[in-house]
């Protein structure tokens, strides 16, 4: 079946350093693949997306690369804030057949001044 | 209001009590489902539904009932409320066009079960 792995948190970071999230995935066929987030007391929301391979997804100075070869979506962000304090989901969905995506467990990120 | 949206935001119950959590979407998704959120465990799916009058369970079903008569609600039922019910509910929303089916949250439910 689907999975998917990402690395556990929390990640402490101060302002303005570089955040990588690794995600990886086991799927059949070509999923779609998502990083959601969660900021205090809200529910999640979409980051980004990707939806093919090579495909690069961006939003608010975050990007992911899908990579096929290593199924990766790895989540970065070059100068991260203390406003990027959250939980950050990684997330697949295949196309076609069943629509029930599949998430990683969560990564608490946590950004100090 | 457009979007999705929940109610309550915070209950408080007791054990063996019927407690029923609301869920309505403005968008026409066909998809609708119902998640736990706990410590540890990260999202956990209860129910989905595919379009109206068609559910099914997830991962963790048990002690829950759903019902979907119209297409923007899909109302979570916990029988007989237990304690380790304790959890933030989340409902959730997508159209699968193209197969990319991102998914579209509420707010959340804190539930307590005394």
């Known amino acids: 079946g689907n999975s998917v792995t990402q690395m556990e948190g929390p990640v402490t970071l101060s302002e303005e350093a570089f955040l990588t999230i690794n995600c990886t995935y086991t799927?059949?066929?070509?999923?779609?693949l998502f990083w959601y987030v969660q900021y205090p007391g809200e529910g999640l929301q979409l980051l980004l997306k990707?939806?093919?391979?090579?495909d690069k997804g961006s939003n608010k100075g975050f990007e992911a690369t899908y990579r096929k070869e290593t199924t990766s979506f790895h989540l970065e962000k070059g100068s991260v804030q203390v406003s990027d304090s959250a939980v950050y989901f990684c997330a697949l969905s295949r196309s076609g057949g069943s629509y029930i995506p599949t998430f990683g467990r969560g990564t608490s990120l946590i950004v100090h001044p | 209001d457009a979007g999705i949206t929940q109610s309550p935001r915070y209950k408080i119950t007791e054990t063996g009590r019927q407690v029923t959590l609301m869920c309505h979407q403005t968008w026409s998704h066909s998809y609708m489902f119902w998640y736990r959120q706990d410590l540890g465990h990260g999202l956990r799916l209860i129910y989905y539904?595919?379009?109206?009058?068609?559910?099914d369970k997830g991962e963790v079903p048990d002690g829950y009932v759903v019902s979907r008569s119209k297409t923007e609600n899909f109302p979570l039922t916990l029988e007989s409320a237990t304690r380790s019910q304790t959890s933030v509910y989340f409902c959730?929303?997508?159209?699968?066009?193209?197969?990319?089916?991102?998914?579209?949250f509420g707010p959340g439910t804190r539930l307590t079960v005394l």
């Open positions: 959730a929303s997508s159209e699968p066009a193209g197969g990319h089916n991102e998914q579209f």
């Open positions: 799927a059949t066929g070509y999923p779609s």
């Open positions: 990707a939806t093919k391979a090579d």
């Open positions: 539904s595919a379009a109206a009058d068609i559910t």
